[in-house]
């Protein structure tokens, strides 16, 4: 990784986040003061819950709390149901707004990141070209947290005192700090010569068929190279319609388009729903599949792209940016 970074503007944090695990500023709780936040999962669903925590038990992710830290407070753990392919999985979010007052979120001083948008894919789309995506498996996951930072990642499952050590999904600097890494990724390839634009662990290049073609193949080697999976699943291309961070793009015909399907609109309007329902979470986290969906859907989209945003979706679409706003 340090000989793929070396002229990288951002390379000492990556190599060494890499390596060592990211960190991120947040103040200690009030001396004297130790809180403890009560579980969200439903009964119904804590045997997968505690199928998924015991795999990351065994991965090495999660681990017991040493008696010898001296952590600040114990936070709570979520679950979010996902559906993809008729399959629903299930994985944990953590709660760190909570308290209010001393929760994780609410001590850490965060930086202000730039998001790639729809825009920035948008302006580079020509009647003509072509279109591949690639997308990463459980990419938070995949990113270590410093050890000094474990003790901010504490939660109770089954009786049981453990600590996150990999990037969470819950702690408001996170989708920041993974931007780094998306952003260094999209330097790397842009010096090799990409049209690409990248959005957390969604990546879209753009290009003549065959230079599209070859550019995902070296996309893919790279990122596999950093140590992250590719979700095969959920790599297209190259193909001229495509959708990409929720609305279609298309470069089909005398003039490029982008449009939000039907289809689309019933999806998200069942993620604002669940916006609604674990809205603590909402509040807490800017990129879980529920949340992060809606906001890439809404944010930034200008009048330039001419996209329609149906009226029955205008107050999901302002739910969805202020839970991107409180989880950043």
Known sequence: MAAAFKTDPDKVFLVRGAACGVGFPFKSVPEDTFYTVENYVPAEHWEAMDKEIRKERSAGNVVMVKMEWSIQGISAVGVVA???KGVIKFRPVWDYS?????GVNSRIDLEKEKFSSIKDAYA???PGLWMAKLDLTAAYRSVPV???YWIAHVF???EEVLADTRAPFGNSAMPGIFMRFTRGIVRWMKAQGASIVGYLDDFLLIGSKKVVSEFLLLLREFVTFLGFEV???KCEGPFQAMEFLGILLSTEGNQCTAS???DRILVVQQKIAD???LGALAGSQAHGDWASDCYKLYIDLGREQQLLLPSAMAEGAAAATAAHRAGR
């Open 82 to 84: 996902k559906e993809r």
């Open 98 to 102: 909570r308290p209010e007052d001393v």
């Open 124 to 126: 580079l789309l020509r």
């Open 146 to 148: 410093a050890a000094m």
């Open 156 to 158: 109770e499952w089954d």
């Open 231 to 233: 979700n095969d699943d």
């Open 260 to 262: 939000i399907s039907e």
């Open 275 to 277: 916006i609604r329902r």
